[in-house]
Structure formats: structure tokens, C-alpha cells
């Protein structure tokens, strides 16, 4: 069963559907227990980085995620959900995040912000989530990214303005700066990549 935890904030339904299509039972749920069980963890976001990990720790969400984690049981993280994964952010005065990666989620030096829409990912040939995708096109909304390479990862890349994380994979642990569940068919064959590591 794949657990997408309901904290307050993002497109639950959608990711719900999405990742049932892999053909695993998918539950939105802040069932601490469904969460720790399941056999894989979505962590939503949408919106600010305080605010979601203001809603995220009133819902116990840091505790199954620390718990997930020691167990070394698989967890995704999508936008602002991977966003919190990282050290701290520095929106709205900043914010200290999970800490499962070392790294700072700073403003994206870019013309035009929001960068909305597609846009390429440039992936390592060891990315599990993305093989037979080499440098295809995902669906991005987001003005915050992480900028620097996070160590014994493999760590995948997309320019606007800067260079920036696109997504991060280490142990049971991926993160995706993009929204897999917006990104047609490209993003259901990322799911069914990571899906199939359960």
C-alpha cells in the first residue's frame, strides 16, 4: 500500500490517483500507524515552506517521517514536500526544515518567478527514478529550490535562471522539486520507476 500523508497541504487527490495507477492500493490518511506501515510514503506540499512544516509537525508528520526513515522504509517527497526534506528555507525570514539532507532551499535567481511548466531534467545514468527518461521534460511550479549537490546521492539537475536540484535520491529516501502527478506520461513512468523499488 502506498501512504499519501495528509497534512494540510498538497494536491492529495490527484497524487492519489496517480500513483493508484501503478496498481497499489493508494490511501490519503495522517494515520501515524497506515503511514508507518505502508510501503511507501508520499509527502505532498504546496505553498510556502513554513507553513508546511508548521502543518506538517501538528500532524506528526516530522515523527513518521524520522520513523520511516530509521526503518529504512521508501519515501517521496513532491515540490514543497521535498523542499522541507532539506536543512532549512529561507522563505519568508526562513525556517528550519527535516534535515534529511544537508542543504539550504533559497530563491531562484531567475528573470520571471514563478518558474511554471515544463521544463528538461538532466538525470545521472544511476537514477533508479529515472530510467528511460534521460533528459525529459516535467512539470515544474515553484519559485524556492535547493542549489547544491547533496553527498552519496544522485542527484538530478534543471536550469531556469541557476542550476537546481530536480530531484534526489539516496537509500529509501527520493525527493522531486517537479510534480510527477502534472507530468503526463513521462511523470506516470517516474512513479511506476520509483513504485517498482517497493
Known amino acids: 500500500m502506498i501512504a499519501i500523508l495528509d497534512y494540510g497541504s ?12 501503478t496498481g497499489h492500493e493508494t490511501m490519503v490518511t ?21 507553513a508546511c512544516m508548521e502543518q506538517l509537525i501538528a500532524a506528526g508528520g516530522r515523527e513518521i517521517i524520522a520513523a520511516r526513515i530509521a526503518s529504512e522504509k521508501p519515501i517521496m517527497g513532491i515540490c514543497v514536500g521535498a ?10 525570514g526562513g525556517h528550519v526544515g527535516l534535515g534529511v539532507f544537508a542543504g539550504e532551499v533559497s530563491l531562484i535567481n531567475a528573470p520571471i518567478l514563478p518558474h511554471i511548466g515544463w521544463n528538461n531534467v538532466h538525470s545521472e545514468p544511476s537514477s533508479i527514478l ?5 533528459d ?11 542549489k547544491n ?26 525527493a522531486v522539486q517537479f510534480h510527477p502527478e502534472k507530468s503526463g506520461a513521462v511523470g506516470a513512468r517516474l512513479i511506476s520507476n520509483w513504485a517498482g523499488t517497493l
Open 10 to 21: 498538497g494536491n492529495l487527490r490527484s497524487a492519489q490517483r496517480a500513483f493508484a495507477l
Open 30 to 50: 495522517s494515520d501515524p500507524d497506515l503511514c508507518l506501515a505502508s510501503d511507501g510514503l508520499i509527502v505532498p506540499g504546496v505553498g510556502a515552506y513554513g
Open 83 to 92: 523542499q522541507i526534506l532539506f536543512s532549512a528555507g529561507t522563505e519568508k
Open 130 to 134: 529515472f530510467q528511460g527518461l534521460q
Open 136 to 146: 525529459e521534460s516535467f512539470y515544474f511550479v515553484h519559485s524556492f529550490a535547493a
Open 149 to 174: 549537490a547533496v553527498a552519496d546521492a544522485t542527484n538530478s539537475w534543471c536550469t531556469y535562471g541557476e542550476d537546481f536540484l530536480s530531484a534526489v535520491e539516496r537509500g529509501p529516501v527520493s
